[in-house]
């Protein structure tokens, strides 16, 4: 029995060395996990949709806005970019890394309504009839060049054959580009659009909005930020340096109130910490300012189990009891204000989360991880290990406790 | 180490601190009144580094001939260097020009950050938030009244309710500018506060099931509040070593948002055993008394 516990005891710790030693120096879990744009630099906008005339805004037009948006985003050559919807109407895009964001984001909500007119006006082909728009020179002139999907051909063709000779405007956004005089019945589907491109890139631009089609909704503009990277680099060291001495001193403080039973807490809190991280890379959590808040106040709350329960047990040990006794009842009795404590923050942080926007969700789901993995490790690490260390009956565990 | 302190017997002198504190903080609240930042006017907010020192005269002249008038200018930092500046919503076009002119007339700088919010966002965070706590709330004392009783829930919520306004109060006094994070910080001191007063309400709760005849229900408390007492010293500790941390060593944003919390954690740790549990005291004894008299009648 008391051989048993001190192997089991000694094992935990060189694992525990080995995997501290893997994650933080081999292959380290912060170069595994991802960043939010205030620790990683760029922009964030968030849009509100609103609706265009004929187009309401409901899921399916959203989905519509958001499948745009991401071939636009795509066009930008950001990586790993995200674009997500919030709350019904809103729609939040991250872009990593772009030097010149207010541009980005002109581009992204730009709408780009073509539209082909007969010689009286009435609209005959429209974006939605396009199957791809291709950016070109022609005789030195910069050209989007039009290819029109199976039904736009058809009408087009007859459009050319019934208005031969006659112009056939072509209406950007309502703006008139050109209007063009048809020479020859087109039968293929192919159109150049002129208009006075002043460079290739604006061509390529125009011809990258029809290509995407026009957004079903207006995208208005609510709220950019944008970080430089450096800021961004700044904020990542300042929040590693004090997550890494927070941690550091708690771990100090905890040996030097509990001894023995603190380094048990020690363990408990470096198997959290790598439970917590690990949580967070596996659901592809991205880390902000606010998620690290969020985690450092978890870590108190894990803190916080394991002081209850030492003093629990110091208080059993106190009135006379045996270490083993004294470790079984104390336990017993700090459970149960632990787990009323871990659920209240626990539902407190889901309400958060459910409730809240963007920031407050990334601090919100850290506490809610923090918070359930902590009432975990209180119960599974501190609670087991502290048996065997009182099963392994080192002589002076009675002076641990009661100091 | 035992103690044993009387902390009930005390109690409206207790009470009379945290009235005080109270009304000097809505007094600070009202009078004072909350910095609020962009996030909730609405807005945008420039973060500059100059390669040389400015001077806010020079960034005002600047703004002015915008007709920027509203517009804040705040140094961050040492050395004159990184400038905040905060004005109301302008248009993309605007803002470039508006840093063209800086370069020109004022000097040489690097964007660092720039944040553009439209007030419905800030109006619509703190709307949500409000609701997020009321819910909170409501969870929160169900929770209390299942697992204690809703004595316990209601002491525990007032308690926690004279917490946040103090913290708010201090916050509205020393001017700090508020952003989503302190919205983030008030709710986390919710929880911190509410999690500090369950652990001393179970401790009165298993006494209470022990109770001897002969023992008072002060001396009852007593004892409970001296049993959590190092307990409650640290955790506290740990906390705000986390939140030290924190506030030396993180940058800018995190800081307001670390004061606030040890405002909040200092708070919710006295107010556990100076205000929550004298209250659920009081109420306990006068609704004994209540029914002692019914009894009596009857």
Redesign the interface.
Known sequence: MRQKSMIKFFALVAVLIAAVYYFLAVNPITNHLRYGLDLKGGVTA?Y?AEPAPGEPVNKETMARAMSILGFRVNALGVSEPVIEQVGSNRITVDLPGVKN??QAL?FLGQTAVLQIKSPTGKVLLSGGDLKNAVAGIVNGQYVVNLTFNAQGTKIFAAATKKYLGKPLPIYLNGKLVEAPIVQSVIPNGQAQMSGNFTSLQQAQKIALLLQSGALPVNLK????????A??GH??VV??K???I??IA??GF??IV?YRLAGFVADMALLIYLLLVVGALWAIHAVIT??G??GL??S???A??AN??IF?RIR?EM?NGKTPRASVAAGFR?AI??IL??H???F???L??FF??????KG?ALT?MIGTAVSLLTAVSVTGVVIRWVADAGWAKVRSIFV? | MRFHFEFVRHWKTWFLVSALLVVLALGAFFIRGLNYGIDFTGGTQMNLKFVHPVTTTAIKKVLDQDHLYGSTVVFLGQGRLNVQITTPTISEHERTTLLTQFGKQVGKFQEISTNRVSSIIGQQTERTALIAVVLAVVAIIMYITIRFEWRFALSGIIAMVHDVIITVGLIALIHIQITEYFIMAVLTIFGYSITDKIIVFDRIRENLAKKKKQETLEDLVDKSLNQVLVRSINTSTTVVIALLALLIFAGSSIRDFALTMLFGVIFGTYSSIFIASPIWLLWRNRDLKNKKKKMASA
Do not use: K, N, Y
């Open positions: 968030t509100q964001p207010e002109q503009v609510l709220d950019v930020r944008t970080v430089s450096t800021l700044a904020s300042a929040s340096v004090a997550s001495i927070a001193l708690i403080v905890m109130w300012v606010p690290i808040a450092i106040l870590v108190g709350m803190v916080d002081v209850i003093s208080e106190i009795h149960r204000a009323d404590s659920v209240t923050t539902v407190s942080s309400i958060l409730l809240g926007t963007g920031e407050v601090f506490l100091g």
